[in-house]
């Protein structure tokens, strides 16, 4: 689910056009519909997987986009909306992506998640960020919370960053996954994992997923 | 251009200084042309040299009508030219250090030494002169001649060129060359004067056979005295850089890097083994580039820790900010309840 109501990405990633959607979860939120009738079924490439994936776009439509920020949503909606879906289309795992700062709803899915992972770049505005939000969320009771070291330069150690970010942090880090010019490349026109399933990042992203279906 | 200019400038000078010629010594000719191909040598790689000391040469005799009579001359200023370019492959690109400069006078010696030893070799055979007489009477004062020119001749030239970097090492050694080369010519100009004054009051026949004989002899004798000289200075001068300039420019380096901030504790400029004002200065500078390394390192980890407890004050307040709301409090409860729920 794209809860980043303010600049939603992820159907990018699944190359759904948003001309073909009839509803977005911004018509949830003003109960327009139901949320199950916002999922699209994206399909995978990738044979061996079983069970389906489903994606609850945000609207791109800028009209949208200026009406939930200036007139604001049902928090308490959201909520409901994150439990039929996990009930209709019963679900496994509902995987919340979130707004990178601190509002309201991305406390609201903190508040609601089993598990937080927190993705962030070595850089000073991300430690400083990624810090705070961890506080936070250790505040809201998150059982398993973890750090994600994403876009590291070559020029890093990762075994040396990973044990400093989690010395100064006291989370876990699960994965530093390094830079790499064909992630940039590919620039969000695709699951990069199906693009490249033998690359060493797809290799550190599928062992992040296999902890997280423990 | 510069280098076709510069072998027609040698050819031209051979013709018109070939009558230049050691007073009462008419096989002993002076040649400071040679300075072009050397330092052409030096500045732009040895083919360039040893080219316009061959060209330089052939358009001289082309000149004088010899043509190619004495083509193994034109070999000859070809390896004069050549040898001392050589010393650009061992990495002297140019003069900076006390031992460049003695390298550079090295390579300057051996080209001359080579160079002449084939010409005089060839005019040998060609003549069927014996060995012994052409290396003693010939070779030799030539030999000496050109060096004594060369050494004269080619710091100056060095400088100009910029190939010579004047600095307080180079400076030394160039004022240790030039008091040798005085003495050498002071010392000289003495046994002449002594040797004129006997051959005045000498009645024998054949006293030209004889004021040769003795300028010959002269002339070993100069030629000796000159290695001895040059190769006292040249350890003089290297006994003075290594005692001074070696301590000073490792001292005005390790400035430079305790000012770039690029000093490691470890650094350290090397201890002068004596008790002069040297050996006092490295000391100090020594003790003071660690006291300045240790502050540093000191403050560095003041700020380090005044900016942590900066950034921690600045964290606090932004999530007390976000968790002092009624929002966050309302869904901590919730958030609270669902977990319990859950379980």
């Given at each position: 689910m794209d809860t980043d109501i303010q600049s939603p990405g992820i159907h990018v990633v699944f190359q759904v056009s948003q001309d073909r959607l009839n509803y977005s979860l911004n018509h949830f939120l003003w109960r327009k519909c139901e949320i199950e009738e916002v999922a699209v079924e994206v399909g995978l490439e990738e044979a061996a997987l079983k069970g389906k994936l489903f994606l609850v776009p945000s609207s791109t439509n800028t009209g949208d986009i200026a009406r939930i920020i200036s007139d604001g949503y049902n928090m308490e909606l959201l909520n409901e909306g994150f439990n039929r879906l996990c009930e209709k289309l019963e679900l496994d795992f509902l995987l919340v992506d979130t707004h990178p700062g601190l509002n309201e709803e991305t406390l609201l899915s903190i508040a609601i998640s089993d598990k937080l992972l927190i993705i962030m770049r070595p850089d000073q505005q991300d430690f400083e960020g990624s810090s705070i939000t961890l506080r936070v969320a250790s505040r809201l009771k998150v059982e398993d919370i973890a750090v994600i070291l994403n876009k590291v330069p070559a020029s890093f150690d990762p075994a040396g960053l990973k044990s400093e970010v989690e010395r100064s942090y006291g989370f876990p880090v699960e994965a530093v996954i390094p830079h790499s010019d064909e992630f940039m490349v590919l620039g969000s026109k695709g699951l990069f994992c199906e693009r490249f399933p033998g690359h060493p990042v797809s290799e550190l992203i599928r062992s992040v997923a296999a902890r997280l279906t423990l | 251009m510069i280098i076709i200019a510069a072998a027609l400038a040698y050819g031209l000078l051979n013709k018109l200084l070939s009558g230049w010629v050691l007073p009462g010594a008419e096989f002993i000719s002076i040649r400071p042309q040679l300075v072009l191909s050397v330092c052409f040598s030096l500045m732009g790689g040895p083919w360039i040299g040893g080219l316009i000391g061959l060209t330089g040469n052939l358009f001289g005799d082309l000149l004088t009508g010899f043509e190619l009579q004495f083509w193994h001359w034109s070999v000859a200023n070809f390896l004069i030219g050549f040898i001392p370019g050589t010393v650009r492959w061992t990495g002297t690109l140019e003069i900076r250090r006390v031992n460049e400069f003695g390298k550079v006078l090295l390579f300057i010696f051996l080209g001359n030494l080579s160079g002449l030893f084939l010409g005089f070799l060839v005019h040998m055979l060609i003549n069927g002169q014996s060995f012994g007489f052409v290396m003693v009477s010939w070779y030799l004062p030539a030999l000496i001649s050109n060096t004594y020119l060369l050494m004269f001749l080619m710091p100056p030239t060095l400088v100009l060129s910029g190939y010579l970097k004047l600095n307080i090492e180079t400076r030394?050694?160039?004022?240790?060359?030039?008091?040798?080369?005085?003495?050498?010519?002071?010392?000289?100009?003495?046994?002449?004067?002594?040797?004129?004054?006997?051959?005045?009051?000498?009645?024998?026949?054949?006293?030209?056979?004889?004021?040769?004989?003795?300028?010959?002899?002269?002339?070993?004798?100069?030629?000796?005295?000159?290695?001895?000289?040059?190769?006292?200075?040249?350890?003089?001068?290297?006994?003075?850089?290594?005692?001074?300039?070696?301590?000073?420019?490792?001292?005005?380096?390790?400035?430079?890097?305790?000012?770039?901030?690029?000093?490691?504790?470890?650094?350290?400029?090397?201890?002068?083994?004596?008790?002069?004002?040297?050996?006092?200065?490295?000391?100090?500078?020594?003790?003071?580039?660690?006291?300045?390394?240790?502050?540093?390192?000191?403050?560095?980890?003041?700020?380090?820790?005044?900016?942590?407890?900066?950034?921690?004050?600045?964290?606090?307040?932004?999530?007390?900010?976000?968790?002092?709301?009624?929002?966050?409090?309302?869904?901590?409860?919730?958030?609270?309840?669902?977990?319990?729920?859950?379980?």
């Open positions: - | 030394s050694m160039f004022f240790v060359l030039f008091f040798s080369l005085a003495i050498v010519t002071l010392l000289s100009a003495v046994f002449l004067m002594a040797e004129s004054k006997v051959f005045a009051e000498t009645t024998l026949p054949g006293k030209k056979e004889i004021l040769q004989k003795m300028i010959l002899t002269h002339f070993h004798w100069i030629g000796i005295l000159l290695i001895l000289i040059v190769i006292a200075g040249g350890a003089i001068g290297y006994y003075f850089s290594r005692k001074y300039m070696h301590p000073l420019r490792q001292l005005a380096e390790a400035s430079n890097r305790l000012k770039s901030g690029q000093w490691d504790k470890t650094d350290r400029v090397d201890p002068v083994k004596n008790s002069d004002y040297m050996g006092n200065l490295v000391g100090v500078f020594n003790d003071m580039a660690r006291d300045i390394h240790s502050r540093e390192i000191q403050m560095k980890n003041t700020i380090r820790e005044l900016e942590l407890r900066i950034d921690k004050t600045r964290e606090d307040r932004i999530v007390s900010e976000i968790t002092e709301t009624d929002f966050f409090k309302d869904l901590e409860k919730k958030s609270a309840e669902l977990r319990r729920m859950k379980k």
